[in-house]
């Protein structure tokens, strides 16, 4: 949270340009308040109570940053997992930075939704209030650098396979496919965090899901299924995958609106990165496409079933040249590892 | 196990050299098979029968490697814990690659001693037979390094500070104390893998722990304490911390040696590194020491309290120089992890 001032102008911002959410007797949840920031700006502007909780042991820091700030008659840092914690009253305001990685990696909202639906009041006000996810065709130098990092690997278990045969009497070749396989997984079909320019943005970005935190259910985010098509907006280029990021919005709530709309963008920026960067996908190989061309996408995203905070990804891409002629569909499985 | 080519020559070799321990319908336990390895080479050695116990889904590749070289008649492939395999028979040999960074990392080696007093003959042979841990002082950049590092970030560290108090208004100076802690601990007080050159060892290297395979309990294993002497035998030099590494041997049993011994060693070695390196634990700040300065160490190891597989190191050092003046005590805590 700390190390990026886009996050922390964005939450710095929604709080004291709203303070009226705050001000007057409030009160507020902070879920996962890590360090204690969110409380603290919470409490500098106005609320009356506010409840920090925190899974892991860094309560004890959050409890002394409190304490160091003259705020301990407000804030309240609670160590225990959101899910299990038992607060005196409903609340007023939920805030929390629980986004991961192409927002829903971790799956940190489970326990947003988990307190939102235990403690806040029928009026309550979300922090954020609303997150998006994106995507967009993209070309990058990466897909060159992965398929090459793939093809040393497998050269060297070729060489391997050889020597072990030759200098140990041992044949290894029924395991090639296995460790092609599992090479493959990690060099060509894991997605990478990457820092895109925004010139590496080929073609129109799509929204591929849109979240309303205050009634999204757990089964709402659990998949994420999109058929969108984007349109190519380069003359002549290489269409190397895809880049996948999100946006939130703190908007208050429609009988209770922001004064001040604050938006916190984690798009391909010369200017504005963020820890978070974006997630690439990528194509191999990759396709030549020009300005006009379309690429309809299907996207399906389920969390992994061996670890529900990772996700899998089935992605289909098919592009229809601007002269009408449609390319080869390309189908891939990904994991966000 | 597979890339690493002086641990390949030293398994094929003891098993090759040593065929009298295989031949003659002699049983074989090989504990953590991996691939399958070492439970081939035992098969092709001449042994009638080798259980081959892997924990991991790891166990199907090593069911069709065996089944690739046509051994599935003597190699029987197991996946489980070797704590909770049933064989149906004792065995004559336990063979196992459980070495881990300076030797008790991961602790896999009380797999192999509960293995070994489950399931080896009272006439058994264990490959390897012997283990010892070595440590010798040395120079290395590492120190200035790890020193700039850990300067680097207590630096960003206090702009962070400062930029907090000044433009979000929280004071965090109350986190300076545990953050530099934390930073202490990662940059300068955690053992680092190393590949040394051989000419950075500046002294005599000690043996610290001796380890009979045949005989030896967890407890024996559970803690390392050595006091040991090692003579500076460079001339003005930087002490810069202490390098472990160690080696094991293959000599079978005093009733029933091996013909060939063999040797593994993973000291500093221009030509024969292997995957598992040194261990360096650094002193900060440096010693300037000088031929026949006598360095004595206090050596204590002890498996962390929160993961029995990482070790905990208190280490003190008094330099005594050849004039006889001694130099100030050092005396740190270090982390493998």
Redesign the interface.
Known sequence: M??DRVR?DAY?NAIFENKHHFRGKKAVLDVGTG?G?LA??SA?AGARKVYAVEATKMSE?AR??V???NLQDIVEVIEGSVEDVTLPEKVDVIISEWMGYFLLRESMFDSVISARDRWLKPTGVMYPSHARMWMAPIRSGLVDQKKNDYEGSMNDWLC?VNE?KND????????TK?FSEEQRKYYLQTSLWNNLHPHQVVGTAAIIKEIDCLTATVDDICEVRSNFSSSILIENTRLCGFGGWFDVHFRGRSDNPAQQEIELTTAPSLDSSTHWGQQVFLLHPPFRTSEGDDVNVSFLMNRSKENHRLMEVDLGCEIRQSSGKLLPLFKNKFYIE
């Open positions: 700390l190390s922390m710095y360090s920031i603290i700006w500098q820091h002394e940053l304490k160091a700030n391997f072990t140990y009497g041992v044949d290894m070749s029924v395991l296995p």
